[in-house]
T-cell receptor
Framework: QQQVKQSPQSLIVQKGGISIINCAYENTAFDYFPWYQQFPGKGPALLIAIRPDVSEKKEGRFTISFNKSAKQFSLHIMDSQPGDSATYFCAASRSSSNTGKLIFGQGTTLQVKP | GAVVSQHPSWVICKSGTSVKIECRSLDFQATTMFWYRQFPKQSLMLMATSNEGSKATYEQGVEKDKFLINHASLTLSTLTVTSAHPEDSSFYIC????????????FGPGTRLTVL
């Protein structure tokens, strides 16, 4: 119930294409869903996050789509660029937790080919 | 923006020695800090959660006597890997959050530990 399942494990996209990464969760108490980007040898950096009261959030080329009934959310990267090549992690947490602990997905390695 | 630093960025040590890793929030007060461990091509595994001035809460399976965590101030948490062994070689990452930012965690750049 605490797991967040992420797919695909790896993704290759041509420059200018759309990258789509999906996550699914079981615990309906989760109410915060962030996406992190991590480059090799670096710590993760927050890209964008969403709460379940909205179905979509867009920031620049990055969009989160959220489907509460299906317990799924996805990251869309429009006009993918070689600089977007990195590992992406989805995560979830619940405000009823007194620590704000994040549960991470398994990660997706994205390669954008020039 | 909120910046978290870690020191050292990498460390190599001999088996049996102890290593201390520092995590600092540079421009905000971190009421809670988290320590993660990440093996190559794997996700982040939460090791423990620490609140300033109190004992850390360790995740199941993490040896509290081996991974000592101290959160002595609102800007500093330390992780000490005691009697390190080659299997402790990993990428250790800390994150920090404020009491006002309920969910958002700010991550440090990570520390690469290699135990020979």
């Amino acid at each position: 119930q605490q797991q967040v399942k992420q797919s695909p494990q790896s993704l290759i996209v041509q420059k200018g294409g759309i990258s789509i990464i999906n996550c699914a969760y079981e615990n309906t108490a989760f109410d915060y869903f962030p996406w992190y980007q991590q480059f090799p040898g670096k710590g993760p950096a927050l890209l964008i996050a969403i709460r379940p009261d909205v179905s979509e959030k867009k920031e620049g080329r990055f969009t989160i789509s959220f489907n509460k009934s299906a317990k799924q959310f996805s990251l869309h990267i429009m006009d993918s660029q070689p600089g977007d090549s990195a590992t992406y992690f989805c995560a979830a947490s619940r405000s009823s937790s007194n620590t704000g602990k994040l549960i991470f997905g398994q990660g997706t390695t994205l390669q954008v080919k020039p | 923006g909120a910046v978290v630093s870690q020191h050292p960025s990498w460390v190599i040590c001999k088996s049996g020695t102890s290593v201390k890793i520092e995590c600092r929030s540079l421009d905000f007060q971190a009421t809670t800090m988290f320590w993660y461990r990440q093996f190559p091509k794997q996700s982040l595994m939460l090791m423990a959660t620490s609140n300033e001035g109190s004992k850390a809460t360790y995740e199941q399976g993490v040896e509290k006597d081996k991974f000592l965590i101290n959160h002595a101030s609102l800007t500093l948490s330390t992780l000490t890997v005691t009697s390190a062994h080659p299997e402790d070689s990993s990428f250790y990452i800390c994150s920090a959050k404020t009491s006002g930012s309920w969910h958002e965690q700010f991550f440090g750049p990570g520390t690469r530990l290699t135990v020979l």
